[in-house]
T-cell receptor, first 114, second 112 residues
Framework: DTEVTQTPKHLVMGMTNKKSLKCEQH?????MYWYKQKAKKPPELMFV???????INESVPSRFSPECPNSSLLNLHLHALQPEDSALYLC?????????????FGDGTRLSIL | GNSVTQMEGPVTLSEEAFLTINCTYT??????LFWYVQYPGEGLQLLLK?????DKGSNKGFEATYRKETTSFHLEKGSVQVSDSAVYFC???????????FGKGTRLHILP
């Protein structure tokens, strides 16, 4: 069982819809991450939150909007997505005090844009 | 810049065969090194890690040794099982940095 929980597991939405992906961890980790993973590719970093503040945005289009309501929760708000945004979206967390701390991943939300 | 290069897949082996997946890295300073595994339909799981030169990470029969002189972190297992079929990612992170840099991944198929 994964210690990082993502909901929903699957999401199908139209290009005009607004939806949100949710991620939760109760390990006391101070860093949380969103990744996008296309088939047969490694995960691509999108956003990093450190102590509930956005610390890294990898030039992600504004149709993706992250939010960190508290130290255990991370959301990704989606609006006006494009078909090429269909992918597996992974959330991860880490203790993060130094770079040698591994990241713990959820099982992801598989997103399909119609 | 910092990068990770791992052998192209897919790698297909018979059950009980010896496994090696090569990984080399380029990095400034002294990065930490990781192997992650992704089973079908799941997220990534940390398989093992090493944080300094000559460290050996091990888990579930898998091993990898941090070789600074050859900038390598090759993954090995003495006897693979069908359940080891997955995608394996070599990765590095720089100290005091929240980012992980992943290799492209190696897909492993184990035949019964």
């Amino acid at each position: 069982d994964t210690e990082v929980t993502q909901t929903p597991k699957h999401l199908v939405m139209g290009m005009t819809n607004k939806k949100s992906l949710k991620c939760e961890q109760h390990m006391g980790h101070r860093a949380m991450y969103w990744y996008k993973q296309k088939a047969k590719k490694p995960p691509e970093l999108m956003f990093v939150y450190s102590y509930e503040k956005l610390s890294i945005n990898e030039s992600v289009p504004s149709r993706f909007s992250p939010e960190c309501p508290n130290s255990s929760l991370l959301n990704l708000h989606l609006h006006a997505l494009q078909p090429e945004d269909s992918a597996l979206y992974l959330c991860a967390s880490s203790r993060g005090e130094t770079g040698n701390q591994p990241q713990h991943f959820g099982d992801g939300t598989r997103l399909s844009i119609l | 810049g910092n990068s990770v290069t791992q052998m192209e897949g897919p790698v297909t082996l018979s059950e009980e065969a010896f496994l090696t997946i090569n990984c080399t890295y380029t990095a400034t300073g002294y990065p930490s090194l990781f192997w992650y595994v992704q089973y079908p339909g799941e997220g990534l799981q940390l398989l093992l890690k090493a944080t300094k030169a000559d460290d050996k990470g091990s888990n579930k029969g898998f091993e990898a040794t941090y070789r600074k002189e050859t900038t390598s972190f090759h993954l090995e297992k003495g006897s693979v099982q069908v359940s080891d079929s997955a995608v394996y990612f070599c990765a590095l992170s720089r100290n005091r940095d929240d980012k992980i840099i992943f290799g492209k991944g190696t897909r492993l198929h184990i035949l019964p």
